[in-house]
């Protein structure tokens, strides 16, 4: 009896020992799982907040993109409406060139008949005082 027992007793205390061998690895396992769960869930904090800032720096390129934008159409509506104003007065200022240069080809006209008119007179007056001349 004694020796089934303490045969058995030994096979217990070498399963025990076992146990705690197997129960110590499981332990170091277990213990580099959450080493490593930490680790991974630090990095999926640090992916939520550069996933975030990625967001708002994609937002703020929008925005910025957008603004650029209204601002360059407006201003190409203020060159335009600019452009149709300064045709506007362009053309005013040509018409009103038109008329002065017709003014200018009339009164060069007007100068030559005046000219040519007073070239007679004086022609007629030679004409007649020589005439007048030999009347004396």
């Known amino acids: 009896g004694n020796y089934v027992y303490a045969d058995r007793k030994h ?17 170091e396992k277990l213990a580099k799982y959450q080493a490593r769960l930490d680790q991974l869930t630090e990095d999926k904090k640090e992916l939520i907040q550069y996933q975030d800032l ?7 390129g929008y925005v910025y993109y957008d603004r650029c934008s209204k601002r360059a159409v407006a201003r190409i509506e203020e060159v335009k409406r600019l452009k149709k104003t ?27 008949e005046l000219t040519t008119a007073q070239g007679f007179s ?15």
Not at 11 to 27: F, H, R, S, W, Y
Request: with cysteine; glycine share 2%.
């Open 122 to 136: 004086a022609a007629d007056r030679e004409v007649l005082e020589i005439d007048r001349k030999q009347l004396e």
């Open 86 to 112: 300064l045709r506007g007065q362009m053309n005013e200022v040509t018409n009103k060139m038109d008329i002065v240069t017709d003014q200018i080809a009339d009164a060069e006209r007007q100068l030559t």
């Open 54 to 60: 990625e967001r708002d720096k994609r937002m703020l």
């Open 11 to 27: 096979q217990c205390d070498t399963v025990l020992i076992e146990a705690d061998a197997q129960l110590k690895q499981v332990k």
